[in-house]
Each structure stands twice: as structure tokens, then as C-alpha cells.
């Protein structure tokens, strides 16, 4: 997949979980998460999240790129429970441009 636009990969990725949110808990894992709930799906993020700080102080760039995709997925799974989607992020994102994150930070 190289030259993949990430954009798409991201879109697509969504799509699919979106599509596995109506699917049996019992056989897809997506369906899991969801119908366990938040707490579920945070405990994921949480656990990924740990994985990619173990990653990066090993130094080690495919593990970081295995875990990050790994977080990655579990934010999506999150987004999709709640509702929000990749256009939300992006124009919260897009909103933030020329302006300092130390502004962002104190104007939110």
C-alpha cells in the first residue's frame, strides 16, 4: 500500500467500524468494545497508549509504528461509539491553525 493517501486508509478504517458496530459482539471485536461500553473502549486506549510509550523509549520504529496504529484504531472505535467523525476532528484541527497551542490551550 505504499503511496496510500492516509486520509482514505483513515476513512476506510472508520467505515469498518461503523459497518462492525451493527455486527454480534461475539464475533466482531469492534461490536465488542462498543457493547461493553466507554469504560471498555477507554481501558483499550489506555492500554495502547502505554504500549506506544513502551515503543518509543525502546526506540524501536516498527513496534512504535505497530503500536501507534494500534492506538489509532482504538481512538477510531471511540469515535465511532460517541458519534464523532473524522470531519469533526478535522475541522476542529483545521480551526486551530495560526494560532499558537499555548493559545489554544488558554482560550479553551
Partial sequence: MTGQNPTTTFDRVYDVILKRKQSSPETSYVAYLMDEGTDMILKKI??????????????????????????????????GHKGITLTD??????????????DEKANR
Fill in 89 to 102: 476532528i478535522s475541522r476542529e484541527l483545521e480551526n486551530r491553525f495560526g494560532q499558537s497551542g499555548f
Fill in 46 to 79: 489506555c492500554e495502547e497508549s502505554a504500549e506506544v510509550i513502551i515503543a518509543a523509549k525502546n526506540e524501536n520504529r516498527t513496534e512504535q509504528i505497530h503500536e501507534l496504529a494500534d492506538l489509532w484504531f482504538h481512538m477510531l472505535v471511540l469515535m
